[in-house]
């Protein structure tokens, strides 16, 4: 019972540790933090931080795979809730902007500068393309979107995603992350959608 009651403890300190470890990245990145460092800002000891993972890269990638691991469970959620298959890929798109609507430049750099990483974004990419191709698939089946090739519909928005995600796109509109997701999903749904007969 006690070793019992002491893993649910230390699996639940686990998740809360993860959840403001995700929020320190998102508001101010990784890179610039030590083990020491990430220990003060969240007020706890170092051996608290290694319920997380054994080493600071360790702990850096376990919190990027369980933060966007989140993000996809509740995008998923709010797709399932909407009924319309045109609609699904707009509220998909949408849900993405605002799970990424907290991150910042700095977190967003750190993921450029640091290949570890870098590659925890890009398998969410690589995800991310292949459920916009089955959003669309399914809407073409559903006869509420247009015949079109999804593959290279998934592989167009997953370009346009990455451009927004390293900075390129706000660099060269001036629209934050959140707004920028919300032109696509204007532009792609916009495109996509059966005009009514």
Known sequence: MGTTDSLE??????????GRLADLFLAEGFLGFGVGDLAARLRCS?????LVAGSKQEIVLVTLRAWFRGAAERIQRRVLAEPDP????????LAVSDELAPASPAFYADLLAHPPAGEVYEENTRYAARRVRALVDAGVEAGALRPVDAVFVGAAVAEVMTGIQAGRVGAATG???AEAYRSLADV????LVRPPT
Not at 86 to 93: D, E, G, K
Request: net charge positive; glycine share 6%.
């Open 46 to 50: 170092r051996s608290s931080l290694y």
């Open 9 to 18: 403890r230390a699996e639940r300190r686990r998740a809360e540790l993860l």
């Open 188 to 191: 792609v749904v916009g495109g």
């Open 175 to 177: 629209l934050s992350d």
């Open 86 to 93: 045109a609609t699904r890929l707009r509220t998909y798109l």
